[in-house]
């Protein structure tokens, strides 16, 4: 059974650091791109952060370049995402996902429907 399954979100004051996880069962994460993207409270989803299968590059949102920083450790079938410098605008529910990206990862990362697999999502609130 494939799955994605996100942790390591809460509520983190301003300038705070958080680092989310995304492990993956049922499938090897290294023959997919992952991504992670957010939705805050009535808005579309968005993307965040993207590390491809193919190379390991790594794609950023404008909004979160230079704060977070993506990584995979294959051996544990683990994707992360680090963030640091917290705002109150990154409060949302993130999302972990999968998709067969391969080359095409620079183009079309930050498109949802690119992706397969989704996790369940894990709430980060950055608030004083």
């Known amino acids: 059974q494939v799955q994605l399954v996100e942790s390591g979100g809460g509520l983190v004051q301003p300038g705070g650091s958080l680092r989310l996880s995304c492990a993956a069962s049922?499938?090897?994460?290294?023959?997919?791109?992952i991504g992670w993207f957010r939705q805050a409270p009535g808005k579309a989803r968005e993307g965040v952060s993207c590390?491809?299968?193919?190379?390991?590059?790594?794609y950023y949102a404008d909004s979160v370049k230079g704060r977070f920083t993506i990584s995979r450790d294959n051996a544990k079938n683990t994707v992360y995402l680090q963030m640091n410098s917290l705002k109150p605008e990154d409060t949302a529910v993130y999302y972990c996902?999968?998709?067969?990206?391969?080359?095409?990862?620079?183009?079309?990362?930050?498109?949802?429907?690119?992706?397969?697999?989704w996790g369940q999502g894990t709430q980060v609130t950055v608030s004083s």
């Open positions: 590390i491809s299968n193919s190379d390991g590059s790594t």
């Open positions: 049922g499938f090897t994460l290294d023959y997919y791109a």
């Open positions: 996902t999968a998709g067969p990206l391969g080359d095409w990862a620079k183009h079309r990362w930050a498109n949802r429907y690119e992706y397969d697999y």
